[in-house]
C-alpha cells in the first residue's frame, strides 16, 4: 500500500458526503464507468438504508469519483466505486480507498470486502495495489450476464492470520486447462 506524496500528476481531493446536487455528476461517471451501470434510482434506493454511505471526491469543486458502502457489525462493504475517466491514474482512487481504510479500527470493524466483476482487470489490480486479496470466486454472481466475481477483502494488518495463498479462476482459465 503507498502511502507516498503526492507528485505533479497526482490530484489532491477533498472527500466529503455524497449529498443530492452531485447525483447528477455521479451517475455521469457512473455511465462513463461501467457497461452494466446503476441507475438514479439504484443509488437513491441503496443510499436510502440506514446502514449505507455515499461519499464523493472533489477536486476544485467538480466531483472527480464517488464510493458508496455499507456499515456492517465488523465490516465495511463496498457496494460502488468509480474514478472519472479522466481523473484516473491520477491517485484519486487511492486517496478515497485511504479514507475508507482509515475508517476501520481493531476494537469495531477491521475489514472492507468489495466484489468486482472477473472481467475488469483495472479494478482488481486497483485493489490489489491498495492491499485488497482475492479471497474466493462467486459463480454467475451478477443478474445481468452470468459472470463471475472476484470477492477480495481488506484486513488490518493485526488480524492477518497466515492465508493459504488464492490463485483466482474463471470459467476461461478453466477451459485452458483443459485444453
Known amino acids: 500500500m503507498s502511502s507516498s506524496p503526492l507528485s505533479q500528476r497526482d490530484t489532491e481531493v477533498q472527500i466529503r458526503w455524497l449529498i443530492r446536487r452531485d447525483m447528477s455528476r455521479v451517475l455521469e461517471i457512473e455511465q462513463a464507468s461501467f457497461e452494466f451501470a446503476w441507475t438514479e434510482e439504484d443509488f437513491l434506493c441503496c443510499l436510502r438504508q440506514r446502514n449505507c454511505i455515499g461519499m464523493v471526491a472533489e477536486q476544485e469543486g467538480r466531483v472527480v469519483?464517488?464510493?458508496?458502502?455499507?456499515?456492517?457489525?465488523?465490516?465495511?462493504?463496498?457496494?460502488?466505486?468509480?474514478?472519472?475517466?479522466?481523473?484516473?491514474?491520477?491517485?484519486?482512487?487511492?486517496?478515497?480507498?485511504?479514507?475508507?481504510?482509515?475508517?476501520?479500527?481493531?476494537?469495531r470493524r477491521n475489514e472492507i470486502v468489495l466484489e468486482v466483476r472477473e472481467t475488469n482487470l483495472p479494478a482488481q489490480l486497483f485493489f490489489q495495489s491498495q492491499g485488497f486479496r482475492a479471497v474466493r470466486v462467486l459463480r454467475s454472481h451478477y443478474d445481468d450476464t452470468t459472470e463471475d466475481a472476484y470477492c477480495m477483502m481488506f484486513q488490518l494488518q493485526e488480524n492477518l492470520q497466515m492465508a493459504i495463498p488464492f490463485s483466482p479462476g474463471s470459467r476461461i482459465s478453466e477451459y485452458d486447462d483443459a485444453a
Open 65 to 107: 469519483g464517488f464510493m458508496i458502502y455499507e456499515l456492517h457489525k465488523s465490516r465495511l462493504r463496498i457496494l460502488n466505486f468509480a474514478v472519472c475517466p479522466s481523473f484516473r491514474r491520477q491517485h484519486v482512487g487511492e486517496q478515497m480507498a485511504q479514507r475508507l481504510i482509515d475508517k476501520l479500527s481493531q476494537q
